[in-house]
């Protein structure tokens, strides 16, 4: 298992939001060449950059990538069936003034996008060339990096009652869903969050068991690919808990980044 790995990611996204509940918080299973953060005009906004590309600089999902997937000038794909927004930006970003081709293959979804909540998971990773130096629109399986990212500012998780969620995963561009009536269970009783999602390709099914940190509104702990294959799990809580009004996003990792695979969903109930 990642756990050297997973804990520095962890550590990582500790120290961007620097208290319990104050502004961004994420999470990725490699650091190397994806970047998260605030978006460079638009400050407390979730982003994302490519390491050496457009001078580092970070762009909202919501107001550029989004954006870009929905101009039909440019191009990229969104299912609504899953939620899936689809991005390979050196095919669908050819036209664009500025050199954004190297930004690679996104694959993210909003936990809630009816509810306009600026908290994203999904994967990315570069775009592979054929041997011409052409981009081909396909990612490179070395390179694959899963992330949630979000703004916490004003989350709260309680120290007593039950939630639960509809979560959904994102695995190699598959859609990932929730298993049993209650999807995702967080107990804050015991501080336990526990939850299965399935799927139908190289996941597919991923059960995660996680101790909460209400301090940080943040969780920790096990994962388990497609029955027997152990890994890690971490994530935030996004919102308020107690009001029903909140959200979950995670990733959970693997020796196999294969079966890496990102998490999230919006709170469906609570009970005192």
Do not use: C
Not at 72 to 101: E, K, R, V
């Amino acid at each position: 298992m990642k756990v050297k790995q997973l804990t520095l990611a962890m550590i990582a996204s500790l120290g961007v939001m620097g208290s319990a509940q104050a502004a961004l918080v994420y999470g990725q299973s490699d650091t190397t060449n994806l970047l998260l953060g605030s978006a460079y005009n638009l400050s407390g906004t979730a982003a994302g950059g490519v390491q050496g590309q457009l001078l580092n600089l970070k762009a909202s999902f919501e107001d550029h990538l989004v954006s870009f997937i929905n101009n039909p000038n440019y191009g990229g794909t969104y299912d609504p069936a899953t939620g899936i927004y689809g991005l390979a930006a050196g095919i669908d970003l050819a036209s664009i003034p500025f050199p954004h081709t190297g930004l690679g293959v996104w694959k993210f979804k909003n936990v809630s996008p009816a509810a306009s909540n600026d908290v994203w998971f999904g994967e990315w990773a570069k775009e592979v060339k054929d041997s011409a130096g052409n981009y081909t629109g396909a990612a490179d399986a070395a390179t694959r990096t899963v992330f949630y990212i979000g703004n916490n500012t004003g989350a709260s998780v309680p120290n007593a009652g039950t939630a639960t969620y509809s979560v959904s995963g994102i695995n190699n561009g598959n859609n990932l869903t929730a298993t049993g009536a209650n999807t995702f269970t967080a107990n804050f009783n015991n501080a336990t969050l526990t939850g299965q999602l399935t799927g139908t390709g190289t996941v597919s099914s991923l059960q995660v068991n996680a101790d909460i940190d209400a301090s940080s509104a943040s969780f920790y702990g096990t994962a388990t690919a497609n029955g027997s294959i152990a890994g890690d799990a971490s994530g935030h809580f996004f919102g308020n808990q107690a009001t029903n009004t909140g959200s979950l996003a995670g990733i959970a990792q693997f020796d196999d980044r294969n079966l890496d695979t990102a998490f999230g969903g919006v709170q469906t109930s609570y009970t005192p």
